[in-house]
């Protein structure tokens, strides 16, 4: 398993922005970090994935650390539906399954 | 937007029987997987397949499971025997189109899952 540290829990206020924290400090250079989310009672739903530029899409930003050791996802303006688990997943190159750690439970407060 | 979905939204089956779950991958895509999530833990990978055949499996895919691609459109996990500790949320994804170069650039789509309940 390619592991990823995150914080187990963090809160927000509504329509400020929010950025997840995750770790990958031995992930090799050719490796993609993924970011999924899951909503209650719902399946992981795709945000973002990057390899070393910073990537912009239209439900958030990602943002790559540049020895690739960590990255930040940037939900620009929390809304009270973005209360999910957040993945950070790194995606060995040659590797076609996900492995879902415990992920960051994003509580977003009104 | 396309998305994956999957049949039934709960299922109920008594110890022992066999249960078939039933997934639509997004209709362009070449690779599909089964995922599990036991209640209160973590997303857990079962088996990859791709071109007719499985590219990958865990652990807990045992003889116990299979998955077929019946038809063009079609994707299903089958448990044959089913145990109590089978009990759990069963995601069907799919990702990849004959273009897309690596698996590990693509996203994979998930759907909303089949809950199933052994009695």
């Known amino acids: 398993d390619a592991k990823t540290t995150q914080p187990n829990s963090m809160e927000s206020n509504e329509e400020e922005p929010v950025h997840l924290p995750c770790n990958h400090s031995t992930i090799s250079g050719t490796d993609y970090i993924h970011w999924y989310r899951q909503l209650p009672s719902q399946g992981p739903e795709y945000v973002i994935h990057g390899l070393t530029s910073n990537v912009n899409n239209r439900m958030a930003s990602l943002a790559i650390a540049e020895d690739r050791k960590s990255s930040t996802l940037i939900l620009h303006r929390a809304t009270l539906r973005d209360a999910a688990v957040y993945y950070c997943i790194w995606m060995q190159t040659g590797a076609n399954n996900l492995f879902f750690g415990t992920g960051t439970r994003l509580t977003v407060i009104p | 937007e396309p998305e994956v979905t999957q049949?039934?939204?709960?299922?109920?089956?008594?110890?022992?029987?066999?249960?078939?779950?039933?997934?639509?991958?997004?209709?362009?895509?070449?690779?599909?997987?089964?995922?599990?999530?036991?209640?209160?833990?973590?997303?857990?990978?079962?088996?990859?397949?791709y071109n007719n055949e499985i590219s990958e499996k865990s652990e807990i895919f045992d003889d116990q499971f299979s998955v077929e691609r019946p038809d063009g459109s079609n994707f299903t996990l089958k448990?044959?025997?089913?145990?109590?500790?089978?009990?759990?949320?069963?995601?069907?994804a799919s990702s990849g189109t004959r273009d897309s170069g690596r698996l590990s650039n693509q996203p994979q789509h998930f759907g909303d899952g089949t809950r199933l309940s052994i009695l």
């Not at chain 2, 448990?79 to 069907?92: G, N, Q, V």
Request: proline share 4%; net charge positive; charged share 15%.
């Open chain 2, 7 to 49: 049949t039934p939204s709960h299922q109920v089956t008594q110890m022992g029987q066999e249960v078939i779950l039933r997934c639509v991958p997004i209709s362009n895509h070449l690779y599909f997987y089964w995922y599990r999530q036991i209640l209160g833990q973590k997303v857990e990978f079962l088996v990859s397949f």
């Open chain 2, 79 to 92: 448990i044959r025997s089913t145990k109590l500790e089978d009990s759990a949320m069963y995601f069907c």
